[in-house]
């Protein structure tokens, strides 16, 4: 079946414009999750979707990040105001069921969005 | 704060050999445990899951061991192949931690034909 899919694949902006990242998780799949990947930082997460809602919103580094999800499927991260320092891969995770054990706790991601600020 | 640690960051051996890459974590109340692969710019694929009552788990020629009260994971890959050269990434979970994944910064593989 589909995987995760994620638009664009490439986004290259003007410092100071608002971008919007889009995330396609896996039919049927309940939680979805946004990591960033920047050079020499390794992955960080930012935000956990279960359903429509966000019980973590911990990884947003600061009030320019936002996401919703809409019908338990799509999700769009957007940036207000970009800055340089947010160029990074921006990296779409999903999961069958976070909570049980096992097999559906593997999370699956996208190609991720290679986002660069000028 | 969980910390993830993966070294070396980067690794080169010849074709054929055995080799372990292995991952430190500082909280051991983990709920679980994955390895990934990334290759260069794609995406990350799972290659095995260990639950924290498991201590490893085997997919073909790789092999993942779990020592929670230690703090290690080593990811074993036998007959290293070209094909297998990537990054290789470990990913813990912590129990309450609402499903998040804390990342080691990965190792980098080159198996030399």
């Known amino acids: 079946g589909a995987g995760v899919s994620q638009s664009p694949s490439n986004k290259v902006t003007e410092k100071g414009k608002d971008v919007e990242l889009r995330c396609d998780p896996i039919?049927?799949?309940?939680?979805l999750y946004w990591y960033r990947q920047s050079l020499g930082q390794g992955l960080e997460f930012l935000i956990y979707?279960?359903?429509?809602?966000?019980?973590?919103k911990s990884g947003l580094p600061s009030d320019r990040f936002s996401a919703e999800r809409t019908g338990g499927s799509v999700s769009t991260l957007t940036i207000q105001r970009t800055q340089q320092e947010d160029s990074a891969v921006y990296l779409c995770a999903s999961s069958l069921a976070p909570l049980l054990a096992g097999a559906q706790e593997t999370q699956y991601f996208g190609p991720g969005t290679r986002l660069l600020v000028l | 704060k969980q910390e993830v640690t993966q070294i070396p960051a980067a690794l080169s051996v010849p074709e054929g050999e055995n080799l372990v890459l292995n991952c430190s974590f500082t909280?051991?109340?983990?709920?679980?445990l994955q390895w990934f692969r990334q290759d260069p710019g794609k995406g990350l694929t799972s290659l095995l899951l260990?639950?924290?009552?498991?201590r490893e788990q085997t997919s073909g020629r790789l092999n993942a061991s779990l020592d929670k009260s230690s703090g290690r994971s080593t990811l074993y890959i036998a007959a290293s192949q070209p094909g297998d050269s990537a990054t290789y990434l470990c990913a813990v979970k912590l129990f309450g931690a609402n499903s998040k994944l804390t990342f080691g910064k990965g190792i980098t593989l080159s198996v030399r034909p």
């Open positions: 039919s049927g799949h309940t939680a």
């Open positions: 979707f279960q359903g429509n809602s966000a019980p973590d």
């Open positions: 909280d051991s109340a983990i709920y679980n």
């Open positions: 260990i639950q924290s009552s498991q």
